[in-house]
């Protein structure tokens, strides 16, 4: 399973002219602030792990849900080798405030110039800026 591709979801919510991240409290990537998301469970379809993972990560639930963009990420976790499908969908805030909960530390709504000066995951900024051009 070392080689096997793990999929896995995040959601870019945009409000207005920010987007909504989360401070991962697990690693991997822990202190890193990243779109709410996580591994798709077995059975389940990447728009139904998407929502589930927002939900989980901040309470907010979205109906408009579109896909921008795939990656193949690699990483360590302890002393093995994982390959992620990461799924990047994008939609727009609707209503309620996010909550930190699962495997966030946080979670805000931040724009361009103040994720700049922040911690991000791999083509968080990228996504944001094309995300918020729409």
């Known amino acids: 399973m070392e080689n096997d591709e793990i999929p896995a979801v995040s959601v870019a919510v945009r409000r207005g002219d920010t987007v909504l991240l989360v401070k991962r409290g697990r690693e991997p990537s822990r202190g890193y602030y990243a779109f709410p998301g996580g591994r798709v469970e077995p059975g389940e379809s990447l728009e139904d792990a998407a929502r589930r993972e927002l939900h989980e990560e901040t309470g907010l639930h979205v109906h408009d849900?579109?896909?921008?963009?795939?990656?193949?990420?690699?990483?360590?976790?302890?002393?093995?080798?994982?390959?992620?499908?990461?799924?990047?969908?994008?939609?727009?805030?609707?209503?309620?405030?996010?909550?930190?909960?699962?495997?966030?530390?946080?979670?805000?709504?931040?724009?361009l110039e103040a994720m700049r000066a922040m911690l991000l995951s791999d083509f968080v900024l990228d996504v944001a800026s094309e995300v918020l051009e729409c």
Not at 79 to 97: I, K, N, P
Request: charged share 30%; no cysteine; hydrophobic share 40%.
């Open 65 to 111: 849900l579109e896909l921008v963009r795939d990656y193949l990420i690699e990483g360590r976790h302890g002393d093995r080798l994982h390959r992620y499908r990461l799924h990047v969908f994008a939609a727009s805030h609707g209503a309620g405030e996010a909550v930190a909960g699962d495997d966030a530390e946080e979670a805000g709504w931040f724009d």
